[in-house]
């Protein structure tokens, strides 16, 4: 089996749930304590031994591009400065993580859509598909747990955990049985089901390794309200057989939610190795008064 090395980064939302932030700054570039969420997103594929990253984007996002980009005068100007040394590194490094590539969504269409765009970048390799939205701190990089297992059984395989059943309905629902472990066999998919439909638990969060397949399925799946679904397109592969889910392991946080964005910086500053103990000794306080 091929080893997955291309992933697909979406990062073409409005982000109108995290507004009047997003107003102006992508949601992608929005900090958790000093890093852009999407910097974690890419770290994490690389993590996972991709070499070739796809970022899909928008007008009004050329932060994310400039990000990933060498920032000469800023370099040149830590270079000399010993005290400023690591600062220069991890400014530095933000152009050296993997070959990423920009590519626009001209209009927003949606997911499936956004993917589509990736079709030339794909070829007819197997990639790693890393929702922009949601960041995961794992040990063992989520998107490595999937490409591991995609690997293993040469199935599409979506990342999932169980999510409370009232939640489901902002998800997708999955029918599934076990096959080995934390991995399932994928047999039916439904988005944003009514309570009465669910199925499980169990909703994609974040992380997808597809086959190059996948495009033509999205070619020939019916558009609804003008958009093709892409668990819909995910689903076709689940009848055939070809869809397997990971149970992964890692703490997600919603990046284009504001509870997800708190959540985020709290849990990361209290492992930041700069502020986690002053940061520990100020949430103290602040419980204590509560």
Request: proline share 5%; aromatic share 8%.
């Amino acid at each position: 089996m091929k080893k997955i090395t291309k992933a697909v980064i979406p990062a073409a939302g409005l982000g109108t749930r995290v507004l009047p932030a997003s107003k102006s700054v992508p949601k992608e570039m929005l900090n958790i304590v000093d890093k852009p969420a999407i910097q974690y997103i890419v770290e994490e594929a690389a993590a996972a031994g991709i070499t070739d990253i796809l970022i899909i984007t928008n007008r009004g996002k050329g932060a994310i591009e400039d990000h990933f980009d060498h920032s000469f005068e800023l370099e040149k100007n830590l270079e000399g400065n010993a005290a400023k040394r690591d600062l220069y590194e991890s400014v530095l490094a933000c152009s050296d993580i993997a070959d990423i590539y920009f590519k626009r969504q001209k209009e927003t269409k949606g997911l499936a859509d956004a993917i589509y765009r990736a079709k030339s970048f794909v070829g007819d390799e197997p990639f790693a598909i890393l929702y922009g939205d949601d960041v995961i701190d794992a040990e063992y990089p989520v998107t490595k747990q999937l490409t591991d297992v995609y690997e293993k059984f040469g199935n599409g395989v979506v990342g999932v955990q169980e999510v409370p059943r009232e939640d489901v309905p902002k998800y997708c629902t999955l029918d599934v049985t076990p096959l080995e472990k934390n991995v399932m066999q994928v047999h039916d998919m439904l988005e944003k089901p009514s309570l009465s439909e669910i199925m499980s638990c169990y909703s994609i969060l974040g992380r997808v390794v597809m086959p190059p397949e996948i495009f033509g399925i999205i070619e020939n799946t019916p558009p609804v309200n003008g958009e093709v679904g892409f668990t819909a397109a995910m689903n076709t592969l689940a009848k055939q057989g070809r869809l397997n889910a990971v149970d992964f392991v890692g703490n997600r946080f919603d990046m284009g939610n504001k509870l997800g964005i708190l959540k985020a910086n709290c849990e990361m500053g209290l492992r930041h190795p700069e502020l986690k103990d002053d940061f520990k000794a100020y949430l103290k306080e602040l419980v204590s008064k509560l």
